[in-house]
């Protein structure tokens, strides 16, 4: 069944894309005031796991999910919207059914939904819950306070917005090196179980502030944030384009009063209090023959270096040891109880790599971009490889293709994840 309806959700695109071949664009006499639009998509995961690996033996312990699963993952995102005069409404939701070794389930999730007044061209006024994207880093964000948590494997993915109140004032100049200047103040609460939950306790109101300016060409950002239960915290992001076809783009966060847990290899935790400060220097480079480099250098002041991360893991292995001695299954839920703080931070560590590259088109291949990454801990050598392609073969059809490699040795954060192999394929259609 799960086959069937893989391959059912890639014929249905298919279908679609074949039968809008043949429609005959009709010019529209005039801007039509609404838009509705969306996208299909179906997506097959192969896990090959690693048994060995720390994160396996914490999830699986009681279980025996095999050497591999598969999930399977249909979605469709539907998106509207509607403009009148000073008004503007905007609505985007997402809608999943995810089947995986442990469970079938759908979510129904609303990434935006706002509404927007401009009474004058230079002023801006939002309410709602609308998708916030600081900072120009392209796998990270360090000054990016109030952005959602971004996949480093899959930076491009569509990201659930914040529940804001907004204020957006910008103006131009005509003469001078500063071109463009704009304030952007949003007031960000906190609501019971729907909104801005993870910045904060029921009923506080955080206030975030971004001072935008283009200056000479180069655009610079000011970040402010702060609130009840959050850090003052104080960003700063740049991007330069040196010609045409290079440009560089960095960012730096300093973060005031931030709690810091570290676990050492006999469970033992330690709570610190610190200001770590956080930087990101990147470079994105084409090529004359259409090959796109993107480097990034990454800096997390309060990530674990080396040795914490080893301690880490000798503890989840000790853990283990304990549980298949003694099959008390209250060790291995207070390791992960533990480990939680580390495991939710996506990427723990404190200095990485990042790197792609890909190439558009080669040997004349229409619509055909393949490329390959890798995502590198430069404190403990461990690194992931991620090679993967993008096909585009009609319009609004696209099929994808990548597969994860996480290499390292034991103790190391890509040493120790959950698999070894992870091949992945999607396809997507857009209307």
Known sequence: MRVAGFLIGIILCAAQVLAGEYDFAIPEARKKSYELGGRLESRYIYHQLDEDSARYKLTYFQDDPGAATHEWKESVELSAALQKGIFQAVLLTRH?????????????DVYEGYVSLRPAPSLTLDAGKKQVSWGKGYAWNPAGFINPSKDPDDPGLSLEGRVQLGMDLIKSFETGALANAGLTFLMLPVKDDWANTDIGEDGDVNLALKLYLLWQDIDLDFIFFDGPDQPQSFGFDFAK?????????????????????????????????????DFLLGVRWLNTVDTTFIAEYYHQGAGYDKEETEDFFIYQEEAFSQWLSSRNASVMQQ?????????????????????????????????FTPYIATIVNLRDSSFNLQPGLTFTPV?????????????????TEFGEKPDAFRPEIWVRYYF
């Not at 533990?338 to 990427?347: A, C, E, I, L, W």
């Open 96 to 108: 999943e059914f995810s089947d995986t070794w442990a469970e079938n389930e759908w979510t129904h």
């Open 241 to 277: 384009n040196l010609s045409e076809n290079i440009e560089i783009h960095g960012e730096l966060a300093l973060r005031k009063d931030v709690s810091r847990l570290t676990l050492d290899e006999t469970g033992n935790t330690r709570q610190t209090k610190e200001n770590p400060l």
């Open 335 to 367: 390791a992960a109880l533990k480990t939680r703080p580390y495991y939710s931070q996506g990427n723990f560590g404190k200095d990485y790599l990042y790197l792609k590259i890909s190439q558009k088109e080669p040997f004349d291949i229409l619509y």
């Open 395 to 411: 319009t609004n059809f696209e099929f994808n293709f990548r597969v994860g490699i996480p290499l390292g040795s034991d103790n």
